[in-house]
């Protein structure tokens, strides 16, 4: 007696169909699963048993072989259970072959036989439905998720019985929730209500930020204690555009694997915001683990990671950033194979000039030379090599804090935004790239041409500035940024001046 059922796997940020193969035999009673299973995987043996057992289902004397196929792929989770208990069954004739086919099952069984929730339904659920099945069976508090895929009948079930009374058409199948077709906002803590207009003064700064939030640029902001770094850094989300249909997939599929979806039950449509503490290990930033999970930098894809106090971070830790910040993706090697994840994130960094935060008030400030190199040399040249926008952040004055009419709001702000990020979607059509910050060195030379007079500008100070290629890059992307919110179609002088003054790193020339 032989069933095969369809299920799948998270491999990494991608997915893998696997084919559930059971075969029930005469022999020495026992049951096994193959296929490379972990640990949590083969504890479905003892669950499956048992599940079956308090819904009536009393397993025969037999021999029961399930291998999970391709068998060469590492599986882990507790998604299998489903799919084991029902192979059986239908083995045992218990249910229909017909009633299984095409049909993916997903789901961690109860020894009630309770199914329960499981991470990473999303991502499978696209992979099956790229595959050609048209159908899923999940656990009622996953169905939701299914849903979220155009033309996929996603049906969620309680328990056993009620999955056994669907497949024997004992139970009349539950109505299809209709896919609502624009995208629910969450609730997301993430800073968005709170406004630009709050900031006193610092238009400049705002400026940055403003910049920044348009091409998508790594920004550092150096200033003394409470001149507005962190405040100004929190309203970020509230300025950044919305996620795109293909990006909220996306970023979704990343939090369902990492099991945080399932809370906010909705669809991610507002830009993830992420502010570690200056504590956190490097494995937590990236991913890791025998089977690797995603890092915050991963959960913080498409959205904003902002690093608060950023030379208490350990240098090593800042460092593992270097090749993500460049690659937008982060690659972990295990001896079961190479876990790639998605990290392409705008890097936000705030950070004090000196160990007391007053440097160069000598006034106030009371650290020696040596203290104050100490201090920014926590933070390596390859870094600062990557940051597009970095800001000295002044003292407000007093003035400002009056308070003065016709604050610019943060809707007013995100207009501009919207607007220079409409013309990027236009220019980058097809072409894989999202912002300006993602454009590579050819494309750098394509989309950000210079006339005679803006080369010999930018030649000058190549070589006053002691650019390496790297920061001559990065001085043409924020300088197309501000041609974009600017409405022009070619980059001009005041363009490039204005991105020069964005790479202000004498703070650290001491």
């Given at each position: 007696?032989?069933?095969?059922?369809?299920?799948?796997?998270?491999?990494?940020?991608?997915?893998?169909?696997?084919?559930?193969?059971?075969?029930?035999?005469?022999?020495?009673?026992?049951f096994q699963i193959v296929g490379l299973p972990g640990s949590e995987v083969r504890e479905a043996r003892e669950r499956v048993k048992v599940a079956l057992k308090n819904v009536g289902v009393a397993l025969p004397a037999v021999c029961i072989n399930v291998n999970l196929s391709p068998a060469d792929i590492p599986k882990s989770g507790t998604m299998f259970d489903l799919p084991v208990a029902v192979g059986i069954l239908t083995a045992l004739s218990r249910l229909p072959a017909e009633s299984v086919k095409d049909t993916l099952f997903v789901g961690e069984l109860g020894l009630s036989g309770e199914v329960k929730p499981v991470k990473g339904v999303l991502p499978v659920v696209r992979e099956a439905f790229l595959k050609g099945i048209k159908r899923c069976i999940l656990p009622q508090d996953n169905a939701w998720e299914g849903q979220l895929v155009t033309d996929m009948e996603s049906i969620g079930v309680a328990d056993l019985q009620a999955a056994v009374r669907l497949l024997t058409g004992a139970e009349v199948r539950p109505a299809r929730t209709e896919r609502q077709e624009t995208f629910p906002e969450n609730d997301d803590n993430d800073g968005s209500a709170e406004d630009f207009a709050d900031i006193s003064g610092q238009e400049s700064l705002k400026r940055a930020a403003e910049v920044a939030a348009a091409g998508f640029h790594n920004l550092l902001l150096v200033g003394a204690p409470g001149s507005g770094k962190t405040m100004l850094a929190r309203r970020l989300p509230a300025i950044l555009p919305p996620l795109s249909a293909e990006e909220s997939l996306e970023v979704s599929s990343i939090y369902s694997i990492s099991g945080l979806l399932q809370s906010s039950g909705r669809l991610k449509t507002k830009r993830p915001f992420l502010d570690p503490h200056h504590t956190i290990t490097g494995r937590a930033l990236v991913g890791g683990g025998r089977i690797p999970a995603p890092g915050v930098i991963s959960l913080a894809h498409r959205g904003v990671l902002f690093l608060d106090e950023l030379p208490e971070f350990k240098r090593e830790t800042l460092d593992i950033l270097r090749q993500p910040l460049e690659d937008r993706q982060v690659r972990i090697a295990r001896s079961s194979g190479t876990y790639v994840y998605p990290a392409d994130f705008m890097l936000v960094g705030a950070m004090n000039p000196c160990p007391c935060g007053y440097y160069p008030d000598m006034s106030r400030c009371r650290c020696t030379p040596h203290e104050i190199r100490r201090y920014l040399r926590r933070i390596s040249g390859p870094i600062l090599d990557r940051i597009d926008v970095c800001v000295e952040v002044r003292p407000v004055e007093f003035a400002d804090m009056t308070g003065q009419p016709g604050k610019e709001s943060s809707a007013q702000i995100r207009e501009r935004v919207m607007r220079a990020r409409t013309v990027q979607a236009e220019r980058f059509a097809r072409t894989g790239i999202h912002f300006n910050a993602d454009m590579r060195a050819a494309d750098v030379g394509r989309y950000c041409a210079l006339g005679?007079?803006?080369q010999a500008f930018l030649e000058k100070l190549f070589a006053s500035m002691k650019l390496s290629a790297r920061g001559y890059h990065r001085i043409l992307k924020v300088a197309r940024t501000i041609a974009d919110l600017a409405g022009a179609d070619r980059i001009t002088e005041e363009h490039l001046?204005?991105?020069?003054?964005?790479?202000?790193?004498?703070?650290f020339n001491v």
């Open positions: 007696m032989y069933s095969t059922i369809t299920s799948g796997t998270i491999y990494g940020i991608r997915s893998r169909l696997i084919q559930v193969e059971v075969d029930i035999s005469q022999g020495l009673p026992g005679s007079r803006e001046a204005e991105a020069v003054c964005y790479r202000n790193m004498e703070v």
